[in-house]
Every structure is written in structure tokens, then in C-alpha cells.
């Protein structure tokens, strides 16, 4: 029998974290008696504490990936600082047992007058490396990074998306024990989001602790063993990713008014899927999905019932021809449960010329109940149909899906199965 040692990097008891009004430091007290003077309502607001973090109390293990939700301004950010050493908390007491690296803020850590090259060396020497070790490390940074030029220009011209390049792909190479990401992840292309996901999977492969920020609940369920939920400063909930998930979505929906829901349900559906999937290179691209009525008219609203065409827009950039399989599946997301319906015929292989062509399947909805449903299309490489390399390319959610009926529906959930039922009289023996 083999005993795996479990070793505890991170532990937070009690933790609270207090920001001061600005009016208790020096400047902050000159602008607060100026500002007061003409708006007297804002010396009862600048004079209030702000407790960002009420009592904590966190353990995460070596190996361990760890998500944190919870709406703008619940504290995931301030306790991801905390656990960075960014700042420090103002009671009780933390532990953290290696080298943290990551993504807190975008202009965390870089100096605007600094290139890039530069900012990588300064970096380095805050996370502990000399500088013989990042020397060594700036051709694989610099290739990740993928920012050209820019790489050896003042970080003040850079974009956000660049900031992110740089930022991650010195974190990942810093070796770290604990990878931080917080939610400026979402600023980077979907192509470049990609490749740091695959990066992140492989250094949990590794073994690295990994703690996730994110309103993207399906990619933290995807990436995380556990989630905490945060409200208002405080844990709510810790545990299972999935339980915790459900449990934040479902809180959300519920303080929904109803117009706000069917806003919601749209919204969610995009955070989640990060649209595009595949690369530039790919020697076929999607380009246009649509969906007809009966009568070959663009249409997203549909009767229980009915049939629907879907017609998908193919670029072949090869100067050959290519095989592909079509896979499509249906997203339902009620009250914060994500529901999926898979569809796809992997006997039917398709040979695309070179230039644009069309592909189009039909399927009924006499099973589907009333709600808004989101298209997902994916192209992929025949005879390999669990492979996740086999995919070409796909988009999450890139059709709305409408399905209406007319009399009143009791049943809940995705779909409404065609039951045939009897009494029968049992005769006693």
C-alpha cells in the first residue's frame, strides 16, 4: 500500500482584512476636510472602515486546484492579494508554503517606464531569482509571451491583452508552487486563452496548486477539484466544485427578476463558453451558422414541434481537400443548472473542397420544452472521436435557440419524454 503525504501550502484561520478610510492618512486627511467642505454627506462615507474580509478560514493542499466565485467586490481579489503577500491581513493568522506566481492585476508588478525585457528582470528578482536564471528564461518567456517587438518597448504602450502575455508567461516560468489567476484572464484573445489553459492543465499535472478566479462557472468546474463561494466578504460555501457552483448560480437567479432572468440565462451562457475554440491555423474555419424555419427563412423563434435546419458556413484553406465530422450539441441553462444534449453522427464523414462550402442537418424539437436553448458547432477530424486534439474548430454558444409553446407547460427541465401509460384493475386471488 502506498501513503501519499499531504502537504498543506496554504492556510488562512480566521482571517479579516480591513481597509482604512483614506481620511486616517496624511494626504487622504487634506482631500477629505477640502471634499467635506462642499459635500458634508462625504465625511460619514469616508470616515466608515471597509472590511473587505470577515473571518476565513481556508486550507488548500499541494495538488490542489481551488476556484473562487462570488460577485465584484465580494474580496477574492483582496484574498488572493493576501495569500500573494501583497498586502497583509489585519487578524488572524496565514501560512503560505511556497513560491506564488500569477495574474492578480494587470499592472501588478510592471513599471510603466520599464520594456518588457526589463520588467522581466525585475520580476524575476522579486519572486527570488538572480539574474543569471532569468537571463536564462527570457527566450521561453518571450515566446509564450508572443508580443513581437513590443517585448523591448516601455510597457506604457503596451494593451491590456499585451500586459497579459507578459504577465502569465512569466509567472508560468517562474516555477512556482502556487500559480495564482485572477479574472484578468478574460482580456486575452480566445486563441491565447486557450493556450494558457492548456498550460495551466499541464502544470496540474505537474502537481502545482493552482487558485482560480473566474465568473466562468463551467471553465472553473472544468479546471477546479473545489470552489469557495465568497458573499460580502465571508465564505459561504466550500466544497465540491460542482455542489458549490450550483449552489452560487442558483443564488444569483433567484434575486432575477423575470426579464433579468432570460438576461441572465444569455449572459451566463457566453461567460461560460469563451465563444471560439481553434486556431488560425486551422485548415478549416466555421465561418456562419445559421438556423430556417420550414420555409428557408432565418429564424430563432420556434414552436414546439417543428423542425429546424441548420445551415453551417465552411472555409477550406487548404489547397486540397479536407474530411471533416460535424458535432453539434444544445445548452440549457435553468436556475443555474448547466444542461447539455449531444447529437452527432461520427459514421458520417464529410469532404470539403477548397474554398466555402455548406453543410446542413435537420433535427425536431417535439421532445424540447419551452426555454432558450444555445447552438454549439464543432468540426473535427474523423476516427477520433474522444480525442480532445481531434476538434478543428468550434464556437460554444453561437446560436439562440427559442423554443415556444402554446398551451401551459408543467413539465421542467430540457426535454419532455413521450410517455404511454394504463390502469389496470388487479384482481385478487
Not at 483614506?22 to 459635500?39: F, P
Not at 486551422?282 to 414541434?305: D, Q
Not at 420544452?369 to 474522444?386: K, S, T
Request: aromatic share 6%; hydrophobic share 40%.
Amino acid at each position: 500500500m502506498v501513503f501519499h503525504r499531504i502537504i498543506m501550502m496554504i492556510e488562512l484561520k480566521n482571517v479579516s482584512k480591513c481597509f482604512l478610510p483614506r481620511s486616517t492618512k496624511t494626504l487622504g486627511k487634506i482631500r477629505h476636510s477640502i471634499l467635506a467642505t462642499h459635500d458634508p454627506l462625504r465625511k460619514e462615507s469616508d470616515s466608515r472602515e471597509v472590511w473587505a474580509l470577515r473571518h476565513i478560514n481556508l486550507t488548500v493542499n499541494r495538488g490542489e486546484s481551488l476556484g473562487l466565485v462570488g460577485s465584484n467586490g465580494c474580496g477574492k481579489s483582496t484574498l488572493l492579494r493576501l495569500i500573494a503577500g501583497i498586502t497583509h491581513p489585519t487578524s488572524g493568522t496565514m501560512h503560505v508554503n511556497g513560491r506564488v506566481a500569477g495574474l492578480i492585476e494587470l499592472t501588478a508588478g510592471f513599471h510603466e517606464d520599464l520594456s518588457g525585457i526589463e520588467n522581466v528582470y525585475l520580476n524575476g528578482a522579486a519572486l527570488g531569482m538572480n539574474r543569471e536564471k532569468v537571463t536564462a528564461l527570457i527566450p521561453a518567456i518571450k515566446e509564450f509571451a508572443e508580443i513581437g517587438h513590443f517585448f523591448y518597448e516601455p510597457v506604457r504602450v503596451y494593451s491590456a491583452g499585451m500586459l497579459l502575455r507578459l504577465g502569465f508567461a512569466l509567472a508560468i516560468h517562474a516555477n512556482p508552487d502556487i500559480l495564482v489567476v485572477d479574472e484578468a484572464l478574460a482580456v486575452g484573445d480566445v486563441r491565447f486563452q486557450n493556450k494558457c489553459l492548456e498550460r495551466i492543465r499541464k502544470m496540474q499535472a505537474d502537481g502545482i496548486t493552482l487558485l482560480f478566479v473566474s465568473h466562468a462557472s463551467e471553465l472553473v468546474e472544468s479546471i477546479c477539484d473545489t470552489a469557495a463561494w465568497i458573499q460580502d466578504g465571508e465564505i459561504r460555501q466550500q466544497g465540491k466544485a460542482s455542489d458549490v457552483l450550483d449552489a452560487y448560480n442558483s443564488d444569483i437567479f433567484k434575486r432575477l427578476s423575470m426579464s433579468e432572468r432570460q438576461e441572465y440565462n444569455h449572459l451566463i451562457s457566453g461567460l461560460m463558453s469563451g465563444g471560439r475554440f481553434g486556431h488560425e491555423s486551422a485548415p478549416l474555419r466555421i465561418r456562419n451558422v445559421r438556423m430556417l424555419n420550414t420555409h428557408g427563412e432565418t429564424c430563432h423563434l420556434f414552436h414546439a414541434g417543428a423542425t429546424i435546419r441548420v445551415v453551417v458556413s465552411i472555409s477550406n484553406n487548404m489547397m486540397t481537400v479536407c474530411d471533416c465530422i460535424l458535432a453539434w450539441s444544445l445548452n440549457l441553462i435553468r436556475e443555474g443548472a448547466v444542461c447539455k444534449a449531444f447529437s452527432s453522427d461520427m459514421n458520417v464523414v464529410y469532404t470539403v473542397s477548397t474554398g466555402e462550402s455548406q453543410v446542413s442537418f435537420e433535427f425536431a424539437t417535439d421532445c424540447l420544452l419551452a426555454d432558450n436553448y444555445y447552438l454549439n458547432i464543432g468540426l473535427m477530424r474523423p476516427g477520433q472521436p474522444n480525442d480532445p486534439e481531434a476538434m478543428i474548430d468550434s464556437y460554444m454558444n453561437i446560436v439562440r435557440l427559442q423554443i415556444e409553446n402554446d398551451g401551459i407547460q408543467t413539465e421542467r427541465g430540457m426535454i419532455s419524454l413521450p410517455v404511454r401509460s394504463q390502469c389496470t384493475r388487479v384482481k385478487e386471488k
